[in-house]
């Protein structure tokens, strides 16, 4: 018995397809925080929750320092370290008015070991580093453009 010739290949690249179907990831929600102009795409609910609180508090204080939000502001958990940014555990994208934070479980791989921050409690610890990259967020809004950092340089 003989098969049609190309039918073979096409069954190869069909399963092909497939499989690389299945490994492409699937985006993640993204949930409006209910006090806050901020919205946040993460996998856990708890881990949004954590977010959104923190993040209200960061603008709360910077409110208090004359510094407030005019615009939305997106953040975005991801899982492992940006290959862009290698050292660092948030980084703000103020021409997308997008933070980007390494899921709680990278944070030791993106301070290294030795890092003195290790020994802060993780979870203040994360929370800090939403107030970080908000002020950043909201310096920038309120500003109206960019601001020079040393960690640019």
Same mark, same amino acid.
């Given at each position: 018995?003989?098969?049609?010739?190309g +039918?073979g290949? /096409?069954?190869?690249f069909? %399963? !092909?397809?497939?499989?690389?179907?299945?490994?492409?990831?699937?985006?993640?929600?993204?949930t409006?925080c209910?006090?806050?102009?901020?919205?946040?795409?993460?996998?856990e609910?708890a881990?949004t929750? +954590?977010?959104? /609180?923190?993040?209200?508090? %960061? !603008?709360?204080?910077?409110?208090?320092?004359?510094?407030?939000?005019?615009?939305?502001?997106?953040?975005e958990?991801?899982?492992?370290l940006?290959?862009?940014?290698p050292?660092?555990?948030?980084i703000?994208?103020c021409?997308?008015?997008?933070i980007?934070? !390494?899921a709680p479980?990278y944070l030791?791989e993106?301070?290294?070991?030795d890092h003195?921050?290790?020994e802060?409690?993780?979870?203040?610890?994360?929370?800090?580093?939403?107030?970080?990259?908000?002020?950043?967020?909201?310096?920038?809004q309120?500003?109206?453009g960019p601001l020079?950092?040393?960690s640019?340089?």
């Open positions: 018995m003989t098969r049609p010739r +039918r290949l /096409a069954s190869i069909a %399963a !092909v397809f497939v499989l690389n179907q299945a490994a492409v990831p699937v985006a993640m929600a993204a409006q209910s006090s806050v102009a901020v919205t946040v795409s993460a996998d609910a881990l929750e +954590r977010i959104c /609180a923190a993040a209200g508090r %960061a !603008v709360d204080l910077m409110a208090a320092c004359g510094i407030t939000q005019t615009e939305p502001v997106q953040i958990v991801i899982d492992g940006n290959p862009d940014h050292d660092c555990a948030g703000f994208h021409s997308e008015a997008r980007e934070l !390494v479980d030791t993106a301070l290294g070991a003195p921050f290790i802060i409690p993780m979870d203040p610890f994360y929370d800090s580093l939403v107030a970080h990259e908000m002020a950043h967020a909201l310096a920038y309120t500003r109206q020079k950092s040393t640019a340089t």
